[in-house]
């Protein structure tokens, strides 16, 4: 007697979202120093309130070791409470995107959802390369236009992290964070 064939349950959808700093001071000692603005402080509190819409719940963040990206964190956080330790990772700092995508590929296959706070070229650059094309088209549209601070690109993701390559990723949503 021939067994009954069993439906394999697809892998579940994974979500990766690339965030670019809030608005930072144009000059410090250093630039591993530049701090946030004021202003800056409030656009990612209100990119958090946007994100909270949009149900985002991290597995996995990695964030520069920038101030402004350290602090671009600590006001989404504030708004989010989420319960997750971010990993500063230089690679978001000083690699291209090669660099930070062989980091992502390196995520544990439960992880679900990975927030990245990082720069931009680098930031934009990897949305770009990521975006299969076939995303929503006020979000392709909005993100062509250009990746300014505090802006986030939200891709669904059907491959599994080790497999993410370039335009392996749906755009879901772009937003900038404007207080």
């Known amino acids: 007697m021939q067994q009954p064939v069993r439906d394999i349950e697809p892998e579940p959808t994974r979500r990766l979202v690339l965030i670019r700093h809030a608005r930072a001071e ?3 000692d250093t630039d591993l120093g530049r701090r946030l603005t004021s202003a800056g402080t409030a656009d990612a509190r209100a990119l958090a309130v946007w994100l909270l819409s949009m149900g985002v719940h991290p ?3 990695l964030v520069s070791p920038a101030a402004r990206t350290r602090q ?3 006001a989404i956080t504030e708004v989010t409470a989420w319960g997750v ?3 500063f990772d230089e690679c ?5 995107t090669n660099t930070v995508s062989d980091e992502l590929r ?3 296959a439960d992880v679900r959802t990975v927030v990245v706070i990082g720069h931009n070229p680098t930031i934009a650059y990897l949305a770009q390369i990521l975006a299969d094309g076939e995303g929503e088209p006020a979000a392709e ?11 986030a ?3 669904t993701l059907e491959v599994t992290w080790p497999d993410l390559a370039p335009g392996s990723g749906q755009l879901s949503a772009f937003h900038v964070g404007r207080s």
């Not at 549209?141 to 802006?151: E, H, I, K, N």
């Open 85 to 87: 330790a971010a990993e």
């Open 26 to 28: 144009a000059f410090a």
């Open 106 to 108: 390196a995520t544990e």
């Open 153 to 155: 690109a939200m891709f």
């Open 92 to 96: 978001l700092y000083a690699g291209d």
């Open 59 to 61: 597995d996995r963040v």
């Open 141 to 151: 549209l909005a993100m062509a236009a250009g990746f300014p601070t505090c802006a």
């Open 72 to 74: 671009t964190w600590a």
